[in-house]
């Protein structure tokens, strides 16, 4: 049962134009919200984060969106540049309930900007 | 280079062998985090540690996985008699303090084991 979904595999957009990444949840107990970046061969560095309580988060060319009524999440990147071409993954915090925080995390959206 | 650093990049084994994969923290880091990723699947939460202690292992197979962060020295985690599904890819995680529910994490590179 996937608790967090990435229904798009990738997404090609044309460099200087907006990408939009999006992420849907089924987990009400979800309390925060994270994009993660992932180059080939490397692991996912953190990108932006929100909490389950705010409805937008900012930071630079990279904005986060979410909608807790439509359990949906997305990510903005504008203007987007060749060098964001990279596997996105959406992932969400959770109380395990045995002692820590718990990240689930989407399949990922491969996202190539061409110049 | 201060980042979460993890050895072996690339394992080959037979089944029925043992794995170990070893991660060494951010410096000053004493929370350790392993995460598996199967292929075409995101990453899944197994094992939660500090030093010498296992905070939370509930997402670590019952049997033949094992991980354990000493005093001194790197975390490991081990897998006994591998089998061709436990060919993935498994990365580790650390922070400075315990997780808080904001889920930043410092990952390394990942560790991928592919058993024949």
């Known amino acids: 049962d996937q608790q967090v979904k990435q229904n798009s595999p990738s997404l090609s957009v044309q460099e200087g134009r907006i990408s939009i990444l999006n992420c849907d949840y089924t987990n009400s107990m979800f309390d925060y919200f994270l994009w993660y970046k992932k180059y080939p061969a490397e692991g996912p560095t953190f990108l932006i984060s929100?909490?389950?309580?705010?409805d937008k988060n900012e930071d630079g060319r990279f904005t986060v969106f979410l909608n807790k009524s439509a359990k949906h999440l997305s990510l903005h990147i504008v203007p987007s540049q060749p060098g964001d071409s990279a596997v996105y993954f959406c992932?969400?915090?959770?109380?395990?309930?045995?002692?820590?925080?718990?990240?689930?995390f989407g399949k990922g959206t491969k996202l190539s900007v061409i110049p | 280079n201060a980042g979460v650093m993890q050895n072996p990049r690339h394992l080959v084994r037979r089944r029925g062998q043992e794995a170990r994969l070893r991660c060494s923290p951010v410096?000053?880091?004493?929370?350790v985090y392993w995460y598996r990723q199967l292929p075409e699947e995101g990453l899944k939460f197994m094992v939660y540690?500090?030093?010498?202690?296992?905070?939370?292992e509930s997402g670590m197979p019952k049997e033949r996985f094992s991980a354990e962060f000493p005093k001194e020295g790197p975390s490991i985690l081990r897998i006994q008699q591998v089998v061709r599904g436990d060919s993935a890819a498994y990365f580790c995680?650390?922070?400075?303090?315990?997780?808080?529910?904001?889920?930043?994490?410092?990952f390394g590179e990942g560790s991928r084991l592919t058993v024949l």
């Open positions: 995680a650390s922070s400075h303090r315990g997780q808080a529910n904001t889920g930043e994490l410092f």
């Open positions: 410096k000053g880091h004493s929370h």
């Open positions: 992932a969400a915090s959770e109380y395990s309930g045995a002692g820590s925080y718990q990240l689930t």
């Open positions: 929100i909490s389950s309580i705010k």
């Open positions: 540690l500090q030093k010498e202690n296992i905070i939370d």
